[in-house]
């Protein structure tokens, strides 16, 4: 998984797989949903994430199994 954060666009890209994305779906209209040629979900993309998630930073925790 891959997590991209654009500062001057405040969009935040969460890629799942690696794969070809075939079809992107409004989930609203900030939200956009990645498919790849199966319909599984490959990728999110989130516009204005600062002010939706209303936080002033990102960090993530990684849990092994």
Do not use: W
Not at 31 to 52: M, P, Q, S
């Amino acid at each position: 998984m891959k997590i991209k954060y654009f500062q001057d666009t405040d969009t935040l890209y969460i890629e799942f797989r690696t794969v070809d994305v075939v079809e992107t779906k409004d989930y609203d209209e900030d939200t956009y949903i990645d498919l790849d040629a199966k319909g599984k979900v490959c990728g999110i993309t989130i516009e204005h994430a600062k002010e939706r998630a209303d936080i002033p930073a990102f960090s993530y925790e990684q849990i092994a199994a």
